[in-house]
């Protein structure tokens, strides 16, 4: 067996893999900015203006679910380039927040399991760190 592998490096959005073939990965792991993490704030508004918007305005849920259409894209280009019983790994933590006086908790794990579902992938035993 030979267990050489080619490595390369695509400096590109992972919304859009347009130089990676369809079902040409085995396994993907990535650690994507978290949402409603502050310090992830920037980099999703760049992505997409209106969550700069709904977090000033005072409608954190409506940012958090934006800030998860942007993670939907890479899901779904994930799906596009991963083979058949090919892995998604996804390192997330969840998110709590203090927005208007309102402390609660975002759950960016288990909004991401319900997108891989969705896709029509399966669910394998998580690791959940609880700090
Ligand atoms: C939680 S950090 C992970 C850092 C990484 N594990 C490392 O050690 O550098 C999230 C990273 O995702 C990057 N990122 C944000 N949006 C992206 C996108 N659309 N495509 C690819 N990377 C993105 C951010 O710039 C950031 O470097």
Not at 21 to 28: H, K, N, R, Y
Not at 54 to 79: Q, R
Request: net charge negative.
């Amino acid at each position: 067996m030979n267990y050489l592998t080619n490595h390369t490096i695509h400096f590109d959005s992972a919304k859009s893999f347009s130089d990676v073939q369809d079902g040409s990965v085995a396994l993907i792991v990535t650690s994507p900015p978290y949402p409603m993490i502050e310090m992830w704030d920037e980099s999703f508004g760049k992505q997409n203006s209106d969550i700069r918007a709904e977090l000033d305005n005072g409608e954190p849920l409506a940012a958090f679910e934006l800030m998860h259409g942007i993670l939907d894209e890479v899901w779904k280009e994930c799906t596009r380039v991963l083979c058949e019983g090919g892995i998604a790994c996804i390192n997330i933590g969840d998110a709590t927040r203090t927005i208007d006086n309102n402390f609660r908790l975002y759950s960016n794990h288990s909004r991401i399991i319900s997108s891989f579902l969705k896709l029509g992938f399966s669910n394998l035993p998580n690791i959940i760190w609880r700090k």
